[in-house]
């Protein structure tokens, strides 16, 4: 059973646009959100998190929201530049714990110059 | 610092035989992860060691995988004997203590024909 799933699985943004990745969860306990960008060859890394006492987190060009009645949350990425390009993969997890965090199944994100 | 090392980088074996993964993380860093990632399933949480202790190993999807933590700057995880369904690529990330921040190796890319 999947317990986060991830839509879409592939996004093509033109560069200045903006980039809009959704997740949706089922365990109402989840309460540590964050999201993870991932390169060619590399492995994944923290990108931004939220806890789900606000509904929304900024960091730079990089949004969180978070609704908490519809058990969602999103990324929202402005001014999407090449840069960007890359997979990632939103997650979820209990007692603010990271170390057992469900995975969704990731977006690839492609930014066109 | 260079960051959680992982060898080797790819790997490709036969069916039946043995194959041992190897990781170092982070000096000063407690807590330590493998991951598995393919495809079809995403991310996915093998084993957690907390001071070289494995805390959870729930994740190990069945015998013939087992992992090891002698040290604090050394772990590995083996599968014995390999099948192609074990095909994929294998993180390891590390944390300087619980609920904080991973940091994963570039990963192990895993082949077996």
């Known amino acids: 059973q999947q317990q986060v799933k991830q839509s879409p699985q592939s996004l093509i943004v033109q560069k200045g646009g903006i980039s809009i990745i959704n997740c949706a969860y089922e365990?109402?306990?989840?309460?540590?959100f964050p999201w993870y960008q991932q390169f060619p060859g590399k492995g994944p890394a923290l990108l931004i998190a939220?806890?789900?006492?606000?509904s929304e987190k900024k960091e730079g060009r990089f949004t969180i929201s978070f609704n908490k009645s519809a058990k969602q949350f999103s990324l929202h990425i402005m001014d999407s530049q090449p840069g960007d390009s890359a997979t990632y993969f939103c997650?979820?997890?209990?007692?603010?714990?990271?170390?057992?965090?469900?995975f969704g199944k990731g977006t690839l994100l492609t930014v066109n110059p | 610092d260079a960051g959680v090392i992982q060898s080797p980088r790819h790997e490709v074996t036969e069916m039946g035989q043995e194959v041992t993964l190897r990781c170092k993380p982070i000096?000063?860093?407690?807590?330590l992860f493998w991951y598995r990632q393919t495809m079809m399933r995403g991310l996915e949480l093998l084993i957690y060691?907390?001071?070289?202790?494995?805390?959870?190993d729930s994740g190990m999807p069945e015998d013939r995988f087992s992992a090891k933590m002698p040290n604090a700057s050394f772990s590995t995880l083996k599968i014995q004997p390999s099948e192609p369904r074990d095909s994929a690529v294998y993180f390891c990330?590390?944390?300087?203590?619980?609920?904080?921040?991973?940091?994963f190796g570039q990963g192990t890319r895993l082949t077996v024909v």
């Open positions: 990330a590390s944390t300087p203590q619980e609920n904080t921040e991973a940091f």
């Open positions: 365990n109402t306990a989840f309460d540590y």
């Open positions: 939220i806890r789900p006492d606000v």
């Open positions: 997650a979820a997890s209990i007692g603010s714990s990271n170390y057992k965090l469900t």
């Open positions: 000096s000063g860093h407690n807590s």
């Open positions: 060691f907390n001071n070289n202790v494995p805390i959870d």
